[in-house]
């Protein structure tokens, strides 16, 4: 009886000490873990510098290879991916849209290529009430207003084909689901948010990129 009882009590003594250096190490993770950056936080920061790329007094803030950060970042955290990530106020939206010449700018045959418009725009970006962004490759950004959220619109050309633009859009989500269905004024079908975004910016931008080509035609036209 004796021995039985002292193995019990050498049991005992072995699970306390196993659960007690558990719990020592549960500590050490845990506190480990708050020093670190989630991946959440990581793409919040990106998403404020990229924001901050819209706004003129940031002058010193925008000499970051702006275009190459978007494409990495997005190819990084693409939508499915944000949706996964903990505390990301954030989203980035991507769409390939195409300019389609109209009206005055495509008469007499004056058409012009996506990296002219690029190239104008970021010439008298302060005419057209835009910002030319840092970077190897040409990139304007702006600010689009749907139903008083503010969206930040970043205009690149495609990498493999000169005829599309890529679209980049920023939003603060805080609160918001992108994919939340919601009716447009006068349709009785719905439609998810991220979409209502994505095509009101594209007709921002296509109006954007008709005063451009609109302006380009009358310099051609008085050379």
């Keep these: 009886l004796v021995q039985v009882s002292k193995r019990n009590k050498k049991s005992k003594r072995k699970l306390f000490m196993s659960e007690k250096e558990s719990c020592h190490l549960e500590f050490l993770v845990d506190s ?19 924001r901050s790329c819209t706004h003129y007094e940031h ?3 925008t000499t970051q290879n702006i275009p ?35 009206g005055a700018s495509s008469k007499r045959g004056l058409t012009f290529q996506t990296s002219e418009l690029l190239q104008y725009a970021s010439k008298n970006a302060q005419m057209f009430g835009i910002k030319q962004c840092s970077g ?33 859009i920023l939003c603060l989500t805080i609160g918001v689901n992108l994919y939340d269905y919601t009716f447009l004024k006068g349709s009785p079908y719905a ?8 095509n009101a910016c594209e007709e921002s931008m296509q109006q954007l990129l008709h005063t451009i080509a609109c302006n380009l035609k009358r310099d051609a036209l008085w050379r």
């Design 59 to 61: 002058e010193k803030l």
């Design 32 to 50: 480990t873990a708050g020093h670190l950056y989630s991946p959440g936080r990581i793409f919040n920061f990106i998403a404020i510098l990229l």
């Design 136 to 168: 190897e490759e040409l990139c304007v950004c702006s600010k689009v207003y749907i139903s008083g959220r503010e969206l930040y619109v970043f205009i690149m050309s495609n990498e493999i084909d000169d005829k599309f633009l890529d679209m980049f």
């Design 68 to 102: 190459l950060v978007i494409r990495e970042t997005f190819e990084r955290y693409p939508p499915v991916v944000q949706e996964r990530l903990h505390g990301c106020c954030y989203r980035l939206l991507y769409k390939k849209i195409i300019y389609v010449h109209r």
């Design 191 to 198: 439609i998810r948010l991220y979409e209502t975004f994505g």
